[in-house]
């Protein structure tokens, strides 16, 4: 909780944020963004209910199994989202009139491929809430980087939600260390 609300803080403290969602926001945008939130909210029980059918089965998925599933789920969702909102055509116009940008775009498709492998042995060995917690903390970290090496301002407000975050990721690592602790010493008696 503290990490999400210090994430919001952080976000929503800088004044250029809030100006610019106040000046580009739009009904079909903020449905979007509700449509989306909603389906990654659906992501992880999706994912965890997968592997629990696995292992009832005796043949637990593989992550390249879950990884070919999610995605085949996917893509057609992706699909009718950019053909409705006429993303497809302009994107495929832009790249024929473009051709220098299908390396670029392969480029890419290749290196998230590889991410994905990571995100899969995670979320296998480790579950998806543990999943959550590690890439909301490698976005709010390239956030922070970004903060730093370009030397944006920073406003009291935002400074509050990184320390909420900090907190929350540290009292996150102290329980887990202490449940562990706590069950290898019962394990002894």
């Given at each position: 909780?503290a990490?999400?609300l210090g994430?919001?803080l952080?976000?929503?403290?800088?004044k250029?944020?809030?100006?610019?969602?106040?000046?580009?926001?739009?009904?079909?945008?903020?449905?979007?963004?509700?449509?989306?939130?909603?389906?990654?909210?659906?992501?992880?029980?999706?994912?965890?209910?997968?592997?629990?059918a696995?292992?009832?089965?005796?043949?637990?998925?593989?992550?390249e199994?879950?990884?070919?599933?999610m995605?085949?789920?996917?893509?057609?969702?992706?699909?009718i989202?950019?053909?409705?909102?006429?993303?497809?055509?302009?994107?495929?116009a832009?790249?024929?009139a473009?051709?220098?940008?299908?390396q670029q775009?392969?480029l890419?498709?290749?290196?998230?491929?590889?991410?994905?492998?990571?995100?899969?042995a995670?979320?296998?060995h480790?579950?998806?809430?543990?999943?959550?917690?590690?890439?909301?903390?490698r976005k709010?970290?390239?956030?922070?980087?970004?903060?730093?090496?370009?030397?944006h301002p920073?406003?009291?407000t935002q400074m509050l939600?990184a320390?909420?975050v900090?907190v929350g990721?540290?009292?996150?690592?102290?329980?887990?260390?202490?449940?562990?602790?706590?069950?290898?010493?019962?394990?002894?008696?």
């Open positions: 909780m990490i999400a994430i919001s952080f976000t929503l403290g800088n250029k944020t809030l100006e610019a969602a106040e000046s580009t926001s739009n009904p079909i945008g903020i449905l979007l963004c509700g449509i989306a939130l909603s389906l990654d909210g659906c992501t992880g029980g999706l994912q965890e209910k997968l592997l629990r696995g292992h009832a089965r005796n043949r637990p998925i593989s992550n199994e879950l990884m070919l599933v995605n085949a789920l996917s893509v057609p969702i992706n699909l989202g950019a053909l409705v909102t006429g993303h497809f055509s302009r994107g495929l832009f790249a024929v473009h051709p220098e940008v299908v775009i392969a890419i498709a290749a290196t998230f491929t590889f991410g994905q492998f990571f995100i899969f995670t979320l296998a480790s579950g998806p809430l543990f999943l959550t917690l590690v890439t909301t903390t709010f970290f390239s956030i922070l980087f970004s903060v730093v090496y370009f030397r920073t406003k009291p939600g320390t909420l900090f990721l540290l009292t996150e690592i102290y329980y887990k260390y202490k449940s562990r602790r706590d069950a290898a010493h019962r394990h002894r008696e």
